[in-house]
Protein backbone atom coordinates (compact mmCIF):
# COMPACT_ATOMS: atom_id res chain seq x y z
CA UNK A 1 0.00 0.00 0.00
CA UNK A 2 2.97 2.16 0.86
CA UNK A 3 4.66 1.86 -2.45
CA UNK A 4 1.32 2.97 -4.25
CA UNK A 5 0.76 6.06 -2.59
CA UNK A 6 4.73 6.87 -3.62
CA UNK A 7 4.43 5.95 -7.15
CA UNK A 8 1.35 8.23 -7.02
CA UNK A 9 3.16 11.07 -5.39
CA UNK A 10 6.20 10.53 -8.01
CA UNK A 11 3.66 10.62 -10.70
CA UNK A 12 2.24 13.59 -9.51
CA UNK A 13 5.72 15.35 -8.76
CA UNK A 14 6.93 14.39 -12.52
CA UNK A 15 3.92 15.86 -14.18
CA UNK A 16 4.16 19.52 -12.58
CA UNK A 17 7.34 19.65 -13.45
CA UNK A 18 6.36 19.41 -17.38
CA UNK A 19 3.53 21.68 -16.71
CA UNK A 20 5.62 24.34 -15.05
CA UNK A 21 8.62 23.98 -17.38
CA UNK A 22 6.31 24.31 -20.15
CA UNK A 23 4.53 27.70 -18.94
CA UNK A 24 7.88 29.34 -17.74
CA UNK A 25 8.70 28.78 -21.75
CA UNK A 26 5.69 30.28 -23.42
CA UNK A 27 4.78 32.96 -21.18
CA UNK A 28 5.69 36.99 -21.66
CA UNK A 29 4.77 39.77 -19.51
CA UNK A 30 3.44 42.55 -20.55
CA UNK A 31 6.36 45.24 -20.06
CA UNK A 32 5.28 48.09 -17.63
CA UNK A 33 4.44 51.65 -19.63
CA UNK A 34 6.85 54.69 -19.72
CA UNK A 35 5.89 58.22 -19.20
CA UNK A 36 5.15 60.81 -20.66
CA UNK A 37 3.99 58.95 -23.95
CA UNK A 38 5.35 60.37 -26.77
CA UNK A 39 2.62 61.30 -29.39
CA UNK A 40 2.64 60.40 -32.96
CA UNK A 41 3.66 63.09 -35.34
CA UNK A 42 0.85 64.17 -37.92
CA UNK A 43 1.05 65.14 -41.28
CA UNK A 44 -0.01 69.08 -41.58
CA UNK A 45 -3.64 69.10 -43.22
CA UNK A 46 -3.67 70.83 -46.72
CA UNK A 47 -5.97 73.88 -47.34
CA UNK A 48 -6.96 74.94 -50.63
CA UNK A 49 -6.84 78.57 -49.73
CA UNK A 50 -3.20 79.75 -50.32
CA UNK A 51 -1.73 81.37 -46.74
CA UNK A 52 -0.74 84.42 -48.54
CA UNK A 53 -4.50 85.01 -49.63
CA UNK A 54 -6.24 87.51 -46.70
CA UNK A 55 -9.82 87.11 -46.10
CA UNK A 56 -11.63 90.66 -47.44
CA UNK A 57 -13.33 92.32 -44.32
CA UNK A 58 -16.62 93.28 -43.61
CA UNK A 59 -17.60 96.91 -43.68
CA UNK A 60 -20.37 97.39 -41.36
CA UNK A 61 -22.47 100.84 -42.30
CA UNK A 62 -22.71 103.38 -40.34
CA UNK A 63 -26.49 104.21 -39.28
CA UNK A 64 -25.30 107.51 -37.81
CA UNK A 65 -24.11 109.07 -41.45
CA UNK A 66 -26.11 107.05 -43.23
CA UNK A 67 -29.67 107.09 -41.16
CA UNK A 68 -31.57 106.14 -44.30
CA UNK A 69 -30.51 102.84 -43.80
CA UNK A 70 -33.34 102.72 -40.62
CA UNK A 71 -35.89 104.33 -42.93
CA UNK A 72 -35.77 102.65 -45.97
CA UNK A 73 -38.10 100.08 -46.55
CA UNK A 74 -37.63 96.96 -48.49
CA UNK A 75 -38.98 96.85 -52.30
CA UNK A 76 -41.84 94.34 -51.65
CA UNK A 77 -42.35 91.35 -54.12
CA UNK A 78 -44.64 91.28 -56.85
CA UNK A 79 -46.23 88.20 -54.79
CA UNK A 80 -47.05 90.35 -51.46
CA UNK A 81 -50.52 91.42 -50.17
CA UNK A 82 -51.10 94.87 -50.82
CA UNK A 83 -54.29 97.01 -49.40
CA UNK A 84 -56.07 99.68 -51.41
CA UNK A 85 -55.59 100.79 -54.94
CA UNK A 86 -51.89 101.63 -56.00
CA UNK A 87 -51.37 105.40 -56.19
CA UNK A 88 -49.29 106.86 -58.77
CA UNK A 89 -44.88 107.39 -58.43
CA UNK A 90 -44.30 110.74 -57.00
CA UNK A 91 -41.16 112.19 -55.46
CA UNK A 92 -43.02 113.86 -52.70
CA UNK A 93 -43.82 111.24 -49.92
CA UNK A 94 -47.66 111.03 -48.88
CA UNK A 95 -50.01 108.56 -46.79
CA UNK A 96 -50.98 105.42 -47.94
CA UNK A 97 -54.39 105.75 -46.33
CA UNK A 98 -56.09 109.14 -45.51
CA UNK A 99 -57.36 109.90 -42.03
CA UNK A 100 -61.27 109.89 -41.47
CA UNK A 101 -60.80 112.31 -38.94
CA UNK A 102 -58.71 114.93 -41.21
CA UNK A 103 -62.68 116.29 -42.82
CA UNK A 104 -64.18 116.84 -38.74
CA UNK A 105 -60.50 118.51 -37.86
CA UNK A 106 -60.56 121.19 -41.13
CA UNK A 107 -64.24 122.05 -40.24
CA UNK A 108 -63.60 122.60 -36.87
CA UNK A 109 -60.57 124.64 -37.87
CA UNK A 110 -62.37 126.77 -40.15
CA UNK A 111 -65.42 127.51 -37.10
CA UNK A 112 -62.57 128.22 -35.04
CA UNK A 113 -60.90 130.45 -37.03
CA UNK A 114 -64.92 131.92 -37.47
CA UNK A 115 -65.02 132.52 -33.51
CA UNK A 116 -61.30 133.78 -32.90
CA UNK A 117 -62.07 136.66 -35.90
CA UNK A 118 -66.02 137.31 -35.37
CA UNK A 119 -65.37 140.60 -33.39
CA UNK A 120 -63.42 141.52 -36.15
CA UNK A 121 -65.49 141.15 -39.21
CA UNK A 122 -68.06 144.12 -39.64
CA UNK A 123 -71.82 142.98 -38.71
CA UNK A 124 -74.04 141.73 -41.81
CA UNK A 125 -76.85 144.24 -41.58
CA UNK A 126 -79.97 142.34 -44.36
CA UNK A 127 -82.78 140.55 -43.56
CA UNK A 128 -82.85 137.35 -45.31
CA UNK A 129 -85.95 135.17 -47.30
CA UNK A 130 -86.12 131.66 -46.92
CA UNK A 131 -88.60 131.48 -49.90
CA UNK A 132 -92.24 130.64 -50.36
CA UNK A 133 -93.83 126.96 -50.05
CA UNK A 134 -96.92 125.39 -50.21
CA UNK A 135 -97.81 122.73 -47.72
CA UNK A 136 -100.87 120.67 -46.30
CA UNK A 137 -98.85 120.45 -42.92
CA UNK A 138 -100.89 121.00 -39.84
CA UNK A 139 -97.62 122.68 -37.91
CA UNK A 140 -93.62 122.95 -38.61
CA UNK A 141 -91.05 121.81 -36.50
CA UNK A 142 -88.18 124.58 -36.23
CA UNK A 143 -84.63 123.32 -35.00
CA UNK A 144 -82.35 125.78 -34.05
CA UNK A 145 -78.78 126.32 -32.62
CA UNK A 146 -75.87 128.41 -32.16
CA UNK A 147 -73.40 127.31 -34.91
CA UNK A 148 -70.10 128.46 -34.24
CA UNK A 149 -69.75 129.28 -30.50
CA UNK A 150 -72.18 129.55 -27.66
CA UNK A 151 -71.92 133.18 -26.34
CA UNK A 152 -75.61 134.54 -25.23
CA UNK A 153 -77.33 134.82 -28.79
CA UNK A 154 -80.99 134.99 -28.47
CA UNK A 155 -83.79 134.45 -31.36
CA UNK A 156 -87.42 135.49 -31.53
CA UNK A 157 -90.13 134.24 -33.85
CA UNK A 158 -92.87 135.80 -35.32
CA UNK A 159 -95.80 134.39 -37.19
CA UNK A 160 -97.99 136.62 -39.31
CA UNK A 161 -96.23 139.50 -37.00
CA UNK A 162 -97.53 138.23 -33.98
CA UNK A 163 -94.78 137.38 -31.47
CA UNK A 164 -94.94 133.42 -30.91
CA UNK A 165 -92.16 132.78 -28.49
CA UNK A 166 -89.89 136.31 -27.56
CA UNK A 167 -86.28 134.69 -26.31
CA UNK A 168 -85.04 131.84 -27.71
CA UNK A 169 -81.32 130.67 -26.23
CA UNK A 170 -79.39 129.43 -28.94
CA UNK A 171 -77.15 126.64 -27.38
CA UNK A 172 -74.52 124.20 -29.06
CA UNK A 173 -76.87 121.41 -29.76
CA UNK A 174 -79.99 121.70 -31.77
CA UNK A 175 -83.49 122.22 -30.08
CA UNK A 176 -87.11 122.81 -31.82
CA UNK A 177 -90.19 124.11 -30.91
CA UNK A 178 -93.33 123.53 -32.91
CA UNK A 179 -95.74 126.37 -34.81
CA UNK A 180 -98.65 125.45 -35.62
CA UNK A 181 -100.10 126.69 -38.64
CA UNK A 182 -103.65 128.33 -39.76
CA UNK A 183 -105.39 128.15 -43.28
CA UNK A 184 -104.12 130.36 -46.08
CA UNK A 185 -100.65 132.52 -45.76
CA UNK A 186 -98.29 131.72 -42.81
CA UNK A 187 -95.37 133.95 -42.37
CA UNK A 188 -93.11 132.96 -40.33
CA UNK A 189 -89.96 135.57 -38.99
CA UNK A 190 -87.09 134.38 -37.49
CA UNK A 191 -85.02 137.30 -35.64
CA UNK A 192 -81.69 138.18 -34.37
CA UNK A 193 -82.72 139.38 -30.71
CA UNK A 194 -79.25 140.41 -29.86
CA UNK A 195 -75.04 139.78 -31.09
CA UNK A 196 -73.91 137.61 -27.91
CA UNK A 197 -70.49 138.34 -26.34
CA UNK A 198 -68.52 136.83 -29.45
CA UNK A 199 -69.33 139.27 -32.91
CA UNK A 200 -72.54 139.28 -34.29
CA UNK A 201 -75.68 136.70 -34.15
CA UNK A 202 -74.72 133.08 -35.57
CA UNK A 203 -77.70 130.47 -36.11
CA UNK A 204 -78.81 127.85 -37.63
CA UNK A 205 -82.22 127.52 -38.75
CA UNK A 206 -84.14 124.02 -40.07
CA UNK A 207 -87.68 123.83 -40.79
CA UNK A 208 -89.64 120.61 -41.21
CA UNK A 209 -93.31 119.66 -42.07
CA UNK A 210 -94.73 117.58 -39.96
CA UNK A 211 -93.75 114.01 -41.72
CA UNK A 212 -90.33 115.24 -40.12
CA UNK A 213 -89.51 116.19 -44.18
CA UNK A 214 -87.12 119.32 -44.10
CA UNK A 215 -88.52 122.05 -45.82
CA UNK A 216 -85.84 124.33 -45.73
CA UNK A 217 -82.23 124.95 -43.76
CA UNK A 218 -80.14 128.52 -43.30
CA UNK A 219 -77.80 129.72 -41.38
CA UNK A 220 -76.31 133.54 -41.02
CA UNK A 221 -72.90 134.61 -39.97
CA UNK A 222 -72.49 137.33 -37.93
CA UNK A 223 -75.75 139.01 -38.52
CA UNK A 224 -76.46 141.97 -36.41
CA UNK A 225 -79.54 142.90 -34.17
CA UNK A 226 -83.05 143.31 -35.05
CA UNK A 227 -82.52 141.71 -38.47
CA UNK A 228 -84.67 138.53 -39.64
CA UNK A 229 -84.84 135.70 -41.60
CA UNK A 230 -88.46 134.62 -43.46
CA UNK A 231 -90.28 132.42 -44.80
CA UNK A 232 -93.57 131.64 -46.33
CA UNK A 233 -95.84 128.99 -46.16
CA UNK A 234 -99.29 128.39 -47.99
CA UNK A 235 -101.18 125.84 -45.96
CA UNK A 236 -103.76 124.16 -48.23
Not at 3 to 20: E, P, R
Not at 70 to 97: A, C, H, N, R, W
Not at 139 to 150: A, E, N, P, S, W
Request: hydrophobic share 35%; aromatic share 12%.
Amino acid sequence: MKQILLFICFISFVLTGFAQSDFGTKFKPIPAAKFPIKQKKTAPIKTDIPPDIAIPPINVPNVFKSPDILTSKPTPSPSSYQIGKKKELSMIPVDEFENPGDIYKEKMEKDLYKTLHENDAPLLRQNFYFGDFKTKSLFLTVKYRDYIYVDGDLLRIYSNGKIIKSELYLEGILKEIKIDLADGINKIDFEALNTGTSGGNTAEIQIYDDKNVLIKSNLWDNLAAGFKGSIIMVKE
